[in-house]
């Protein structure tokens, strides 16, 4: 971990992952489809380890994110490309953008704006992803919803 001092809502994200650590690709797409990408995830989301973040903040409530992090290199476009999502943010000094299909509306992931706020990677919504279980996702609440950003 780094050494300085970070607000509680920030220290209880995640960080990438081990080079070595024992990794899953998996497939995503929107509901259109008109954006396909394979994740890959480490540790896979059925490894006992796994953990899918649910945070109670006033988007993540109503886009239904369920979030990993994996590093922007382990997103990979096979259709559309990432500049083509439309995007959104809000309040005065936002850190991250949300980015969706503008066909189906689909949430897809999240990249920072924010030079001094986890650069390089990508809160992603697992919801996506082909070929999971929901229900057998171990899932992680964070309170989004008290933080406030500096
Ligand atoms: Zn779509």
Same mark, same amino acid.
């Given at each position: 971990m780094s050494d300085t001092t970070k607000p509680e809502?920030?220290? $209880?994200? %995640?960080? $990438?992952p081990d080079a070595d650590a024992p990794k899953k690709t998996y497939k995503a797409s929107c /509901? &259109?489809?008109? =954006?396909?990408?394979n994740v890959t995830a480490?540790? %896979?989301?059925?490894? %006992?380890?796994?953990? !899918?973040?649910?945070?109670? &903040?006033?988007?993540? #409530?109503?886009?239904g994110y369920l979030f990993i992090y994996p590093p922007n290199s382990s997103v990979e476009f #096979?259709?559309?490309? =990432?500049?083509?999502?439309?995007s959104y943010t809000f309040g005065p000094k936002p850190k991250v953008a949300h980015y969706f299909c503008g066909a189906c509306g689909a949430s897809c992931m999240l990249r920072?704006?924010? %030079?001094?706020? =986890? !650069?390089?990677?990508?809160p992603l919504n697992v919801r996506m992803l082909e070929d999971i279980d929901l229900r057998a996702l171990k899932i992680? /609440?964070?309170d989004g919803k008290s933080y406030t950003p500096s």
């Open positions: 809502g920030e220290s $209880a994200l %995640p960080t $990438a /509901h &259109c489809g008109a =954006f396909a990408y480490s540790p %896979p989301l059925d490894d %006992p380890k796994a953990e !899918v973040i649910q945070c109670n &903040c006033s988007i993540c #409530t109503r886009n #096979t259709k559309g490309a =990432f500049d083509e999502f439309k920072s704006i924010d %030079p001094n706020f =986890f !650069v390089g990677m990508t992680k /609440h964070l």
